[in-house]
C-alpha cells in the first residue's frame, strides 16, 4: 500500500531500466498510480514477459501506466484486474514494441473517472474488457494514441470489449493505424 497524499502522487510498483519476466500478481495496490514505467526517472524501460493479473488497483490517478519511454519485447499481459477510482487513466500502454512482440490486455473490469484503455504500441490485443465511467462528464471508453512509432499502430485487435456510461468515444482513434 502507497497511500496517496493529498496531490494524489505516489506510485505503488514502479518499474524501471530493464524488466524481464516481472509478475504482479493478486495483490491489493492503494495508491495514486498503481504500477508504472520509471522511465522518468531510469530513461527508457525494457520489458519482457510482464505479467500483471488478478490484482485489486485502487489508484487515485492512473491505475497502469507505461508512457512513451517503455518498450515492449516478447508477450506480456494485463488481465483480469479490478480497477476502482482512477480519474485520469484507467490502463496506459504506450511507448512501443520490438518486432513481433504482443501485449494483451484482456478481461480486466475499470471502473474509472477519465479514459480507460488507451494504448499506443504495436501488437496490443484488447479483448473482453469491462469499463465503465463513474464521472459522465469526461473520458472515452478505449483510446488509441501515438507512441514511440510515427507510423501508428500496425497490428491492433480490439474485440468484445463491453463500454459504458462513457460520455466520450466508446473507441477514439487519435494516431494512424496500419
Do not use: K
Not at 496531490?7 to 495496490?29: I, Q
Not at 504500477?35 to 497502469?64: F, H, K, M, P, Y
Not at 488509441?144 to 512509432?149: A, K, N, R, W
Amino acid at each position: 500500500i502507497a497511500l496517496p497524499g493529498a496531490s494524489g502522487a505516489g506510485t505503488a510498483v514502479s518499474l524501471g531500466n530493464v524488466a524481464l519476466g516481472v509478475r504482479v500478481r493478486e495483490s491489493v495496490l492503494v495508491s495514486g498510480t498503481g504500477i508504472a514505467d520509471g522511465a522518468a526517472e531510469s530513461g527508457i524501460v525494457l520489458t519482457s514477459q510482464l505479467v500483471i493479473e488478478d490484482n485489486l488497483l485502487v489508484c487515485r490517478e492512473v491505475g497502469v501506466r507505461f508512457a512513451t519511454r517503455s518498450i515492449h519485447y516478447a508477450d506480456g499481459s494485463l488481465a483480469r484486474n479490478l480497477l476502482l477510482a482512477a480519474r485520469r487513466r484507467g490502463i496506459v500502454m504506450l511507448g512501443g514494441s520490438l518486432p513481433g512482440a504482443s501485449f494483451r490486455i484482456d478481461a480486466n473490469t475499470l471502473f474509472i473517472a477519465g479514459d480507460g484503455i488507451v494504448g499506443g504500441t504495436d501488437g496490443l490485443r484488447i479483448t473482453d474488457n469491462q469499463i465503465r465511467s463513474t464521472r459522465p462528464e469526461i473520458g472515452s471508453g478505449i483510446v488509441l494514441e501515438p507512441g514511440l512509432d510515427p507510423a501508428g499502430i500496425g497490428h491492433l485487435w480490439i474485440t468484445g470489449n463491453h463500454i459504458a456510461a462513457m460520455p466520450g468515444a466508446g473507441i477514439d482513434v487519435r494516431t494512424p493505424l496500419g
